[in-house]
C-alpha cells in the first residue's frame, strides 16, 4: 500500500512509519520538517499544510493519515487537495470531541462538542508558525475538523478517537511520569476517587 502519512515522527507518526514499514508499505511524509525520519525507506515532501498543499498534486496513494489536524479550515483544505489522490482519509482526532465523558457508556452515537463562530474566529487567530494550545477549544475543533472531512470524501474518512496516546518517545510525560513514579515504591499521590471508572486501551506491536 502506498501510505501518504501528514505530520512528523516526533512521537505518534514515528510509530505508524515502524508500522507501516513493518508491513511493507511504501511511506511518504508531508511536514514542515522539524521531526522528520531518517529513514530512507521514506520519503518526505517537506511542506506546511496551511501553505504548501500544492506540492501534494499529481500524485497518488492508497491512503493517507493525518496525524495533526486541528484548524478545520486547515484540514478541508487538506481533503479537497486529496481527494482525487487517495481512495480513504484516516484522521486522528480525540475522544474530547464528546460533550460528556464523565459517565461510563459512551460511544459513537454520543453528542459531540460544538464551537461558537466566536470561538472559532479565536482559534483561526492563534499563530500556528510554532506549537499553539488551543485549550478549551480543543474538542470543538476536533469535532469541527472530523466533519469537514466527511463532508469532502464521503462515506471514505476513518475517524479515531483516542484517549491519551502514550508510549515510547512521550515527549509530554503526562502519562509515564506515574509509571515511573510507581515503579520507585512507597506511597503515591494520585487524583480522583479510588472507584473512579477509568479505561486503558493498550497496543503493543
Not at 58 to 87: F, H, I, K, N, Q
Not at 94 to 101: F, G, H, I, P
Request: proline letters at 4%; glycine letters at 8%.
Amino acid at each position: 500500500m502506498k501510505l501518504l502519512i501528514i505530520g512528523g515522527t516526533r512521537f505518534l507518526g514515528r510509530h505508524m512509519v515502524t508500522a507501516a514499514l513493518a508491513h511493507d508499505h511504501e511511506v511518504t511524509l508531508f511536514n514542515r520538517g522539524r521531526y522528520s525520519c531518517e529513514s530512507k525507506q521514506v520519503e518526505t515532501i517537506q511542506g506546511d499544510r496551511n501553505t504548501d498543499l500544492s506540492k501534494l498534486h499529481g500524485r497518488r496513494w492508497d491512503a493517507v493519515v493525518d496525524t495533526c489536524g486541528m484548524l478545520p479550515r486547515a484540514v478541508r483544505a487538506t481533503a479537497e487537495a486529496l481527494s482525487d489522490s487517495v481512495d480513504h482519509y484516516t484522521f486522528i482526532s480525540t475522544q474530547n470531541v464528546y460533550s460528556n465523558v464523565s459517565a461510563p457508556g459512551v460511544n459513537e452515537t454520543a453528542p459531540i462538542k460544538t464551537l461558537t463562530s466566536e470561538e472559532l474566529d479565536e482559534a483561526n487567530a492563534i499563530d500556528t508558525s510554532g506549537e499553539p494550545s488551543y485549550g478549551k477549544l480543543y474538542g470543538g475543533l476536533k469535532a469541527l475538523c472530523e466533519q469537514a472531512v466527511e463532508e469532502v470524501m464521503p462515506n471514505r474518512v476513518l475517524r479515531i478517537r483516542p484517549g491519551l496516546i502514550v508510549g515510547p518517545y512521550d515527549y509530554t510525560d503526562r502519562f509515564t511520569y506515574w509509571v515511573a513514579r510507581v515503579a520507585r515504591g512507597g506511597e503515591v499521590l494520585a487524583p480522583g476517587r479510588p472507584d473512579r471508572f477509568i479505561q486503558f486501551i493498550f497496543h503493543h506491536s
